[in-house]
């Protein structure tokens, strides 16, 4: 069985006068929720085998603050491929981990990691973690899923199972939305 974990980068700033979207960092309540979120992977014991992430400023960012919390390097490996992603393009990011790598962390953006994770779940009347999914997927939230496969190779659409769906609000309420 292979666990797939997703995490969306946490909240970016755009007040920030960056030239390229790529260079945004995050704001402060952004900064917030990675650690928070850091924290609960350390208090679930979540680890990974193998970490990949997209290279743009508010996921190394998020990266960072994660760590803190979580109070572990992560290391991932970065790839610009993530960045903005479609989810057929993470699919084949995914199709790509290391045969060894039993629990692995990819990093990235919206619409494709909610489009990714609604298409490896079914959808099955029901389901109440698929459909907060599907309401929407915010910045810093979490998905794990688990695939009954013993090679990357073989994730499919359809073919996962969703365990966990953790928004940072649903760690401190503070962090939820029209929050500062």
């Known amino acids: 069985m292979k666990t797939l974990t997703l995490l969306r980068h946490a909240k970016s700033s755009w007040e920030d006068p960056v030239a390229r979207d790529f260079d945004r960092p995050l704001n402060a309540k952004g900064q917030r929720a990675a650690v928070a979120v850091g924290r609960h992977l350390?208090?679930?014991?979540?680890?990974?085998?193998?970490?990949?992430?997209?290279?743009?400023?508010?996921?190394?960012?998020?990266?960072?603050?994660?760590?803190?919390?979580?109070?572990?390097?992560?290391a991932p490996a970065w790839d610009r491929r993530i960045y903005l992603a479609s989810a057929s393009s993470l699919l084949d990011v995914i199709h790509e981990l290391p045969a060894g790598a039993e629990r692995a962390?990819?990093?990235g953006?919206?619409?494709g990691l909610e489009d990714l994770i609604?298409?490896?779940?079914?959808?099955r009347a029901g389901d109440a973690l698929r459909d907060s999914v599907e309401e929407k997927f915010p910045t810093a939230a979490l998905a794990v899923m688990t695939f009954e496969v013993s090679?990357?190779?073989?994730?499919?659409?359809?073919?996962?199972?969703?365990?966990r769906f953790t928004r940072p609000r649903d760690l401190d309420p503070a962090l939820g939305p029209n929050r500062d």
Do not use: C, K
């Open 105 to 107: 962390l990819l990093i």
């Open 42 to 74: 350390r208090s679930e014991a979540m680890r990974f085998d193998h970490v990949v992430a997209s290279p743009a400023a508010r996921i190394v960012e998020t990266v960072e603050q994660l760590e803190q919390g979580y109070g572990s390097e992560l």
């Open 151 to 163: 090679d990357w190779h073989a994730v499919r659409a359809d073919g996962g199972t969703l365990v």
């Open 109 to 111: 953006h919206n619409p």
């Open 118 to 123: 609604l298409m490896l779940i079914p959808d």
